[in-house]
């Protein structure tokens, strides 16, 4: 049974940092584009930043220069790191993978057949 499953959450005040883990079981996805989404109360998944295979990476606007995306392919992890943390990037997190391989990072949740349940993430002003 494929699992992704998040860590590492929590709350933080503004301009704090959080490292996001997401541990995948059940099969490999060293190969497979993986990414992170959130979903902010009252609001719209919304894609946060992608890895691919290749190690090719996509964020968002909103989070670009403030969070970093990498990957441990012994470990079969992706990680999220997040500094200069705001209120607005409160939200639940989840981590995705897609199915095939595919070279491009995708920021369409459809993309992905994977997901984790989520973690929390509170910033504070």
């Known amino acids: 049974q494929v699992q992704l499953a998040e860590s590492g959450g929590g709350s933080v005040q503004a301009g704090g940092s959080l490292r996001l883990v997401c541990a995948a079981s059940?099969?490999?996805?060293?190969?497979?584009?993986m990414a992170w989404f959130r979903q902010a109360p009252g609001k719209e998944r919304e894609f946060v930043a992608g890895i691919s295979g290749s190690t090719n990476t996509k964020y968002a606007d909103s989070v670009m220069g403030r969070f970093t995306i990498s990957r441990d392919n012994a470990k079969n992890t992706m990680d999220l790191q997040m500094d200069s943390l705001k209120p607005e990037d409160t939200a639940v997190y989840s981590c995705?993978?897609?199915?095939?391989?595919?070279?491009?990072?995708?920021?369409?949740?459809?993309?992905?057949?994977?997901w984790g349940q989520g973690t929390q993430v509170t910033v504070s002003s």
């Open positions: 059940g099969r490999t996805f060293n190969r497979n584009t």
């Open positions: 995705a993978a897609r199915e095939a391989v595919w070279p491009r990072v995708g920021s369409q949740s459809r993309e992905y057949a994977y």
